[in-house]
């Protein structure tokens, strides 16, 4: 999920520490910010976040940690 230039990734059983490792290394280089988000309850970040404007997101606490978008 992009918002500016940060991108939000999300951490499961699906998607682990190495290959979010690799997206920061491929998109660091374009002055992209890849942060992991630990997702619990739900398989998808975007389950559990969405996008309702430019920076404005509605999260459900219960899968996701809101500070991890702070």
């Known amino acids: 999920m992009a ?3 940060k991108i939000y990734v999300g951490l499961s059983s ?6 979010i490792a690799q997206l920061d290394t491929h ?4 002055g992209y910010e890849v942060i992991p988000v630990p997702v ?4 998808h970040l975007k ?4 996008q309702v ?3 404005l997101l ?4 219960r899968w996701v940690s ?3 978008f702070a």
């Open 3 to 5: 918002v500016g230039r």
């Open 14 to 19: 699906r998607t682990n520490h190495e290959g």
């Open 27 to 30: 998109l660091s280089v374009w």
């Open 40 to 43: 619990t309850g739900c398989l």
């Open 47 to 50: 389950s559990a976040v969405t």
């Open 53 to 55: 404007a430019d920076n």
């Open 58 to 61: 509605l999260i459900n606490d």
């Open 66 to 68: 809101p500070e991890c």
